[in-house]
């Protein structure tokens, strides 16, 4: 039952650096994200660190997404070998990517709507007996494991971050001061909802014990002979959307650090006929399909975390310099989620987070020499 909590605190955590990310690319809409916005208000340095991060954190999301999708079809088909799989949906999102980002958005549209259709057949299904059963959520928190709580919230963060795709795309969106603002609070109190709802009947019909499954497994539960097919359908078509926003977003990235001289040059090329970076796309997949051989959902998930919760602690430090007529927000939700972020990028298991300080070490040598 402490999922739920999981949930509220990450959303909490989530809500501060959406907050920031809002204002900051209301001010300074380019392609980039916190990658710009580091190199503007704090130092090259933070800058490219943010960079760094979004790739590293991002690309490993996508690997987790990739390996989802190959493991529902695989689980649901009966085949053995799913990484042929998880290459293949990498390299389909990569053509849909590279197809122009009204196309992109077209697909994203119809995708998101099948699983927000199928997430709300699965709690209308099991609602009322979620609900009758109280015992399933006794006790909601367990006082003595504070620890697993902060892991879980740091965890569950990752899932709150889709809005940062609305600013690493910022140059590309239409009135940047009034939209961003608006699409980052809306996403993010839209999926506070959603997780909330999903989680409390998982819990409800299933028993939290059993919530290590998917939810394709935890809806057999429920007495509704469809339901399974449907979440099945539900789940595999949620990590393609999931991976296509991230491509998207990582190529953005990649545009903006290569116009800096921080990746090679050639990678900030665009195409003429589709006005997308298609070298950066197509590096963007190569990058993704080789953490997809890595083969371990709960690592590249883990590792993300890490990464990602670095990458929003620079942006709310970019937050806290931001001068007063520029801001958008009180300055006090920067300075929570900064701490937030700091703390539990430290409780997702120390050989992930000294793997990330290692990485950093690493790229700032990198672009040093290079």
Not at 336 to 357: D, H, K, N, S
């Amino acid at each position: 039952p402490s999922v739920l909590l999981a949930i509220m605190l990450a959303a909490g955590v989530a809500m501060c650096n959406g907050l920031s990310s809002a204002q900051l690319a209301a001010n300074h809409p380019v392609s980039g994200g916190t990658y710009e916005y580091g190199h503007r208000w704090l130092n090259p340095s933070l800058g490219f660190t943010a960079g760094w991060m979004f790739l590293c954190a991002k690309s490993a999301s996508a690997a987790t997404a990739a390996l989802g999708f190959a493991g529902y079809i695989a689980h649901a088909t009966g085949m053995g070998a799913s990484l042929p799989l998880a290459v293949g949906v990498v390299v389909l999102v990569a053509v849909i990517a590279l197809s122009g980002i009204e196309r992109s958005n077209r697909v994203n549209i119809v995708i998101v709507s099948i699983v927000i259709l199928a997430l709300m057949i699965f709690v209308g299904t099991g609602f009322s007996s979620a609900v009758k059963n109280k015992a399933a959520f006794q006790p909601l928190f367990d006082g003595e494991k504070l620890t697993d709580l902060l892991q879980a919230t740091a965890l569950m963060f990752v899932a709150f971050t889709g809005y940062g795709r609305i600013a690493t795309l910022g140059e590309e969106v239409a009135e940047p001061r009034r939209t961003i603002p608006r699409a980052v609070i809306v996403t993010l109190l839209i999926s506070m909802a959603l997780y909330l709802l999903v989680a409390f009947v998982g819990i409800g019909v299933n028993g939290f014990e059993n919530l290590d499954g998917s939810l394709a497994l935890a809806s057999k539960s429920v007495s509704n002979a469809a339901l399974p097919m449907v979440m099945l359908v539900g789940a595999t078509v949620a990590m393609v959307s999931v991976l296509l926003n991230l491509v998207l977003g990582l190529s953005r990235v990649v545009l903006a650090m290569a116009r800096r001289g921080d990746l090679p040059k050639a990678t900030a090329r665009i195409s003429e006929s589709t006005r997308v970076p298609a070298v950066a796309t197509v590096g963007v997949a190569v990058l993704i399909a080789g953490w997809v051989c890595v083969g371990d959902v709960k690592l590249t998930w883990s590792f993300s975390a890490f990464t990602v919760l670095v990458y929003y602690a620079i942006t709310n430090l970019c937050a806290i310099r931001m001068k007063p007529g520029e801001r958008l927000y009180p300055i006090w939700p920067a300075y929570l989620g900064l701490a937030a972020c700091l703390t539990l990028a430290f409780f997702v298991g120390w050989e992930i987070w000294l793997t990330g300080l290692g990485l950093i070490i690493f790229g700032l040598a990198w672009r040093a020499c290079f």
